[in-house]
């Protein structure tokens, strides 16, 4: 049984840092792509960032770039994302999920963690 | 940037009927389409991926098609259950969702 718990969201300050951390378990997880996407409220899904399965390749949306930085720990099971500069159009549910194919990305997800909402406001 | 364009964002369909909804991408992207579930308050599902292939789980009355640009999603006989949000997402170049259609009860 997959599971990936998420944790590390919370109320920042406009300009502030925050680090969420993705736990996961029950699958090989140093075999497959990770990402972080996130929902604001009442609207879509907005794909994020993404870790290679081996933390070789890290990619980052335009709308984050330079601000925020996915990283991966194998040896923990745990993915990071490492939110910097933080702006009020932030404000999400940021999801952790795994890449629906063994080694490769980017693909669809086929497991989602159940979030962690971050809100920026002053 | 791949753009996905979902119709209609909102869909009125009596339990037991057949809902039939669009997903259009700005440009091909083969059958590398995949269409997720999301209810109030949770995260979403897989439903189908590479356009057509359900995920492990899902119930036979969701199929989906297409290729290149225009994809379907269709639910055969709606249940109470699947009254929910619906996003698709492509994976051609990228990862790009669409706006979602909401499926409410007529």
């Known amino acids: 049984q997959v599971q990936l718990v998420e944790s590390g969201g919370g109320v920042v300050q406009p300009g502030r840092s925050l680090r969420l951390s993705c736990v996961a378990s029950?699958?090989?997880?140093?075999?497959?792509?990770m990402y972080w996407v996130r929902q604001a409220p009442g609207k879509g899904l907005e794909w994020v960032a993404l870790t290679s399965y081996d933390g070789s390749y890290e990619y980052h949306a335009d709308s984050v770039k330079g601000r925020f930085a996915i990283s991966r720990d194998n040896s923990k099971n745990t993915v990071y994302l490492q939110m910097n500069s933080l702006r009020p159009e932030d404000t999400a549910v940021y999801y952790c999920?795994?890449?629906?194919?063994?080694?490769?990305?980017?693909?669809?997800?086929?497991?989602w963690g159940q979030g962690t909402l971050v809100t920026v406001s002053s | 940037e791949i753009v996905m364009t979902q119709s209609p964002a909102t869909l009125s369909v009596s339990p037991g009927e057949r809902a039939t909804l669009s997903c259009r991408a700005s440009q091909s992207v083969g059958t590398k389409l995949a269409w997720y579930q999301q209810k109030p308050g949770q995260p979403p599902r897989l439903l189908l991926y590479g356009a057509s292939t359900r995920a492990t789980g899902i119930p036979g009355r969701f199929s989906g098609s297409g290729s290149g640009t225009e994809f379907t999603l269709t639910i055969s006989t709606l249940q109470s259950e699947d009254f929910a949000l619906y996003f698709c997402q492509q994976y051609e170049k990228w990862v790009t969702f669409g706006g979602g259609t909401k499926v409410e009860i007529k």
């Open positions: 029950g699958f090989n997880f140093d075999d497959y792509a």
């Open positions: 999920a795994k890449d629906g194919e063994l080694l490769g990305w980017p693909y669809y997800f086929d497991s």
